[in-house]
């Protein structure tokens, strides 16, 4: 599975931004995918995810509420909607996928990356 992110930009506080992220390969409808963070000086962090088995989503405390994620099987594409964005949104955004069966938050588990989206809120 090759990863395509985009949708990264500047916005102020308040703002919203929808990242894409374009897979392709045969797999990806049987895959696991989700959307993580990684700001200056920090560890990257889950955001939000999918199970590809339920179906269901996945999101960080400090994103429930204000973010989205959604895919579309058809086009090989998933998507993280981010309404009332916050500086501390600030960060590198990265969409990764993973063939197992069922869905983690640990970024370990995640075998395929794409290249990242800078995502930055200004105050």
């Known amino acids: 599975v090759q990863l395509q992110a985009s949708g990264g930009g500047l916005v102020q506080a308040g703002g919203s931004l929808r990242l894409s992220c374009a897979a392709s390969?045969?797999?990806?409808?049987?895959?696991?995918m989700a959307w993580f963070r990684q700001a200056p000086g920090k560890e990257r962090e889950f955001v939000s995810g999918?199970?590809?088995?339920?179906?269901?989503?996945y999101y960080a405390d400090s994103v429930k509420g204000r973010f989205t994620f959604s895919r579309d099987n058809a086009k090989n594409t998933v998507y993280l909607q981010m309404n009332s964005l916050k500086p501390e949104d600030t960060a590198v955004y990265y969409c990764?996928?993973?063939?197992?069966?069922?869905?983690?938050?640990?970024?370990?588990?995640?075998?395929?990356w794409g290249q990242g989206t800078q995502v930055t809120v200004s105050s």
């Open positions: 990764a996928a993973d063939r197992n069966d069922y869905f983690t938050k640990n970024q370990y588990a995640y075998s395929y």
């Open positions: 390969g045969r797999t990806f409808a049987s895959s696991n």
């Open positions: 999918i199970s590809w088995r339920s179906g269901n989503t």
